[in-house]
Every structure is written in C-alpha cells, then in structure tokens.
C-alpha cells in the first residue's frame, strides 16, 4: 500500500474533519464529478515523476505507444464533452494535489491541424514556476490524430470544433473540473491562463477575440492567425518555383536552396551589427537573386541559377497576392529554411511533403478525396477563405474587449520562422492597434509581442531563442525567473502588473534546453529591437538593449 492511499481523521476538539488524501479523492472524484454533456473515460492518480501510458494516441501524435511523465503528484482526468450531436472533444485534466496547486488554471491548445494534445505544456504545467504547478488542461481540438483528410472529410462539427470551438470548450470544463476537485480544500482557482504556439497561438487570438472573458493571462507563439493563407502559401510558393513540373526550365531543385539561402544570410547577416549567422530583422532586407545566376562565380556550375530559376527565386520572396492582386500574406522569411515550398519531391516524383494543404483542402475546403494542390492557385485560396470552413480563418483585429476586461497578451515569433512568416505577426499587432486606436504605451499595457531573431517555427534555431516556449518541454528550473521564462512573465504581469520590459533568450548547446548555455541576449516589445552595445561580449544578456528602430 502506498503512503499516498490513507485517510486520517484529525480530531479538533468538538469537531472531526476527514483529511482526504489526494489520491482518495481522486478515487472519489469519479462519482461526484458533474458537467453537461460531458462524460468522464478515465481518472487516475498519478505520483510525481511515474509514467503516464497514453495508449489512445494518434499514431500521427506519438501513440499508441507514447507516455507522459507526471512532473507533479496529479489526479489525471480524460473526458468527452460533446459539442454538437456529432462532435466531441477529448479533454485532460491534470489537477496536482491542493499543497502543490499555485491556485491557477493552464489551458493549452494545438499545432497543425490539431488533434494531438499538448502534453509538453500540460507538464511544464503541472511542474510550475517554482511556487506550486498550475492544473493544466489539454484538448484534441475534436479529432484524434494530426494528418490525413478523413480527420474532416463530412464532419462540419469537426471542422467547427477545431476552426473555432475546441479552446472555449476546454475553458469552460476546465474551469468546472477545477472547481469541483478543490472545492473540498476551500481553494478556488485565482487566474486563467492559455498558452499555445503555431495553431496553438491562431486559437489563443480567436479566443481572445471571440471569449474575451476565457483567459487572464495568454502566451501566444509563432501565432497561425489567418491560417487559410498561411497553409496556402505554401502551395503558392511551390508554384512559383515551378513545381509540380521537376523538369521545367523554372523549376528549383531542393538541393539549390542551400545555397540561395546562405547567400542571403552572407548578404545580410552583418547589417544588424553583429555577424551571428542570423539576419535580425529580415524584413526590413530585398533580395536580388541576380547574384546566383551562372556565371557570377557566387554558385557553381551545379547549383547555379538559370535566367528562369533567378526568375522563380523572384517571386519566392514575393508577398501573397488573391487573385484580384491584392496583398493578402506577408514575403517569406529571408534567412529561413525552404523546405516547406522547395521539396516536395520524392524519388523524382512530385508530392507535396507539406501535408496540412492537402488534407485540409481535401476534406474541409473541396470535400474531393481526389483533389491534390498540383495546380494549387490564388483562386483555390480565395475559394477556401471565402468559405473560411469552421470560421478557422478568423484574423479578427479587434480584442477590445479583452483590453478592456484587463486581460494580457505575450506573443513571440522567431524571426526564421519558414512556417509561419514572422511579419504576419508584426502586421496582426499593429492591425490591433490601430483596430483599437491606441498609442504604442497603451497596446503595451496589455499585449507586447517579441521578435526572437534566429528563431524557428516555436522552437530550435541559431538564436538566443529559449524563453519557456510553449509546447516545448521541460522548462529550464534554473531560469523559471519572470527575466527568463515567458510564462512565468506573463504570471507577474496578471497578478503584479509588472509588464515584461524585456525577455531574455538562453542558447543552450545542441539545443537541449537545460543543458550548457552558450549564449543569452535581451529581447524586446516590438516595435523596440534588440541591438548589440557595440562592445561588450555578444553572449551576454547584458551586451543587447532596446531600441527604437531609426
Ligand atoms: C479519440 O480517441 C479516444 C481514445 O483515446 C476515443 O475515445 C475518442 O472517441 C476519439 N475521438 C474521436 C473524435 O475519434
Ligand atoms: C461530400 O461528397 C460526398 C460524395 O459526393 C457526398 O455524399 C457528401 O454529402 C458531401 N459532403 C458535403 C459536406 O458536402
Ligand atoms: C558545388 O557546390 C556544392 C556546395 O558547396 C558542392 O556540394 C558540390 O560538390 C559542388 N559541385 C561542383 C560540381 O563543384
Ligand atoms: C520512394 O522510395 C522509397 C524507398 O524505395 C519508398 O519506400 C517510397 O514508397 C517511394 N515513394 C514513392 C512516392 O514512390
Ligand atoms: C560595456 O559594459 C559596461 C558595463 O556594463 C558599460 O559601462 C559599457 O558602457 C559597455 N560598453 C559599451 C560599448 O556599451
């Protein structure tokens, strides 16, 4: 028997009290707990540091043989809730013991076309910020599994589910479980919380928008917002570069981009002060892919480009157009990785290696099980947005009433992100101010956004980009401080109202969060940029200011 499976009766003088051990009323928890439409699959108690099997995963998420470790002693909650008389949502709660509960909620969302959940953020979570772990929750957004049309091919409350529902849903049960399980410790839950990246990011925005009231606190990363054309712009580019015909005069072979790409960091990477192999602000920079053609000597005689691949190059690099000609998407990322338009080929046959335009044209957009994006155009594009199928598309600027209510927003985005272009972000935010016309010190008073120059999509890269990122998991324990984690900023601005002035980044050896740092720099609210002092050592957080771009 464990020390954890014991009730004890403590007698205070007239009266008894019976002090339920967690485990027991998690035990317990099963009969008592009451939500609408919401049946409970599993609960058990998990103690710190065990093995969590996770048997009903999605082979596209992990499973089935995929675990989790509690990082906190937990009471671990699966349930259904029913969304529509043909749609459900798998949640979890995990829901540490009342002496380890910072008394706050964490809410989690999603990547790519959702249906896995975010068991990374759910056990930072759990393991906290050093006073206590949060009770965090996931969600499957209402589908198991993250690749394949069938996930939505005839399942319009699917789609809804994860176009616009899932985050609320989970909000709402959530907080409800919460309420009931601690309701016997005489604690409630003091704040709200959601952190999310990539889709994870698109739903925390649409939330904000949509449920004002859901969240206090919402750590927003490499944010999907307007995702129709964030997916679809993968299928543009590929078309511009020639694909899907391999041998086309225009066409850029995969292994040629290594190139291109190291040419523009060559190009640009020492204008930002420091030579890092990372372009600081990459927007701010025009390309000329003239450099590349054969006979510059730049490339050789097997990568260089042909007058119609320096055409193609061109137009990579050029911002989304509708087929009306207007501007629609920002430029890709120069500097970054272009995999995600420039190899979809395998063994000489073209085949789209980005798999989310497929599947969600397939079986949300066109329901055609046939359709595949090789002749993928603006018109396909507009089509999708004009149906914006489960309102998954929502870009919606206007957060005023989150602003008011007092709610706050961190948001990040790296700034070699070839998922997401980290301009999108940089228009979403100064969409929302002059949405809600504010000045730059009132939008600061409630959502700062920072670039993380070097930066993939959410994680990985050459830069300092380490700043408890959401879905990644563990968080660094030595720097749970507000300076170094994002989340742990977010509390003290909810709960302190200390705005975060700067955050700043650990590059740690191999990417191993944890593991020996070799670099940290100061990141800044945008429109502030990080710049180098001019002569202190690079590796130092203290070297890196703020500063208003000239
Ligand atoms: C997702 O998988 C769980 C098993 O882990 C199952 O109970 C549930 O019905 C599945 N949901 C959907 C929408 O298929
Ligand atoms: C999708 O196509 C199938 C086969 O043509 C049809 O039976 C079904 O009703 C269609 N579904 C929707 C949502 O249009
Ligand atoms: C061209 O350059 C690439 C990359 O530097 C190298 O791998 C390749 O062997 C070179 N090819 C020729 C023909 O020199
Ligand atoms: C490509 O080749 C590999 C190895 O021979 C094979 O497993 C795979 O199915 C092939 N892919 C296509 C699309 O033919
Ligand atoms: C380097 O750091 C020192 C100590 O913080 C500071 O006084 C000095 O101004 C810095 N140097 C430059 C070039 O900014």
Known sequence: MSASTFSVVILLGTF?????????????????????????????YHPNGTSIPLPGTAPSCGGPDLHATATASICRLVLATKTSPSSKLQIEAWLPDEQNWNANLLFTGNGGIGGCIDYATMQNGVAGLGRGGFAAFGTNAGHNGSVGHELFLNRPEAINDFGHRAVHVEAEVGKEIARQYYDRTGKAARKNYYAGCSTGGRQGFQNAQMHPQDFDGMLLGSPGVDWLHVVASKGILARRIGWPDLNSPA???????????????????????????????????????????????????????????????????EPIASSSGEIVYPAFELGSRTDVFSENQENGTARMGYTILQDFWRGAVYNDTDWTPESFSEAD?????????????????????????????????GRTDETVTSANSEQFFTGVQSALDLTLEDIHSFYRLFFLPGMHHCSGGLGAWSIGNAMKYPYDKALLDPKYNALAALVEWVENDVPPETLIGTKYKDDIVGGRILAQRTHCPYPLVSKWDGGNDTKLATSWECRMPL
């Not at 030579?275 to 990459?282: L, N």
Request: proline fraction near 5%; charge should be negative.
């Open 16 to 44: 008894a009290r019976v002090v339920t051990s967690s485990a027991d009323a998690c035990a317990s928890f099963g009969s008592r707990l009451s939500i609408p439409k919401t049946a409970l699959i599993a609960h058990e």
């Open 251 to 317: 066409y850029v072979r995969p292994e040629q981009w290594g190139g291109i790409v190291e040419a523009q960091v060559k190009q640009f990477d020492a204008l930002d002060g420091v030579e890092d192999g990372i372009i600081d602000e990459p927007t701010t920079h025009r390309f000329d892919p003239t450099i590349l053609a054969c006979g510059t000597g730049v490339l050789n005689a097997s990568l260089c480009l042909t007058p119609q691949q320096v055409e193609s190059v061109r137009r990579a690099y």
């Open 381 to 413: 594009m507009d089509f999708a947005v004009g149906i914006n199928p489960g309102l998954v598309n929502s870009a919606e600027k206007d957060l005023s009433s989150f602003y008011q209510r007092g709610g706050k927003i961190i948001s990040y985005h």
